[in-house]
């Protein structure tokens, strides 16, 4: 079966500095989005992004978060100035065309310190 | 915002055993809806869909969707240790965005 494929699994960081969380969907989809769960909570949306674009995003994602899709392939969320409380598991995960599987990555496990 | 609502349990059931997770969405215009299985530490994996009243079994799994009550409700039956996870309701809206749950802990004990 086609994968979401995450870079890094882990990342630690300390609080202030930047990171990018790197995503790479499967190849043919056409919806792309950033989730996110702190330890013990529930699976939380960030954003959304189709055609080159975001199509929508939550409360959470604000002006510290920025998501791009460079290339073609790879899909990423960046966090401009990481706080304590950005700690958390973030999830990539894609949709196709005409479908309503989420396909989910693995995921990055972010500590900040 | 729209909710998705569930127990949060933790739920334990023996070995054997059916295991009854419920889920409510505020959402009238929902016409999907999804139960994820996620194990600790990993991704949510999507283990049934239903779209239509009433119920749609696959294997051990059945999911129950009631849209007059908003109440979708996944049953496992003969329940193995192995089902031990958390079970995620999701109900997409306009723009393909997916609301989740809180997810339920089952603990099938042996």
């Known amino acids: 079966e086609p994968e979401v494929t995450q870079t890094p699994s882990h990342q630690v960081t300390q609080m202030g500095q930047e990171v990018i969380l790197r995503c790479v969907p499967i190849s043919n989809h056409l919806y792309f989005y950033w989730y996110r769960q702190i330890l013990g909570q529930k699976v939380e949306f960030l954003v959304s992004f189709y055609n080159n674009e975001i199509s929508e995003k939550s409360e959470i994602f604000d002006d510290q978060f920025s998501v791009e899709r460079p290339d073609g392939s790879n899909f990423t969320l960046k966090i401009r100035s990481t706080k304590l409380e950005d700690s958390a598991m973030y999830f990539c995960?894609?949709?196709?065309?005409?479908?309503?599987?989420?396909?989910f990555g693995s995921g990055t496990q972010l500590s900040v310190l | 915002q729209k909710e998705v609502e569930q127990n949060s349990g933790p739920l334990s059931v023996p070995e054997g055993a059916i295991a009854s997770l419920n889920c409510t969405y505020s959402d009238r215009g929902s016409q999907s809806f999804f139960w994820y299985r996620q194990y600790s530490g990993k991704s949510p994996e999507l283990i049934m869909s239903i779209y239509s009243n009433g119920d749609k079994e696959d294997g051990r799994f059945t999911a129950q969707l009631n849209k007059a009550s908003q109440y979708v409700s996944l049953l496992i039956r003969d329940s193995q240790p192995s089902d031990s996870a958390t079970y995620l309701c999701?109900?997409?809206?306009?723009?393909?965005?997916?609301?989740f749950g809180t997810g339920t802990s089952l603990t099938v004990i042996p």
């Open positions: 999701a109900v997409p809206h306009t723009g393909n965005q997916f609301y």
């Open positions: 995960a894609s949709l196709g065309q005409g479908a309503l599987k989420l396909f």
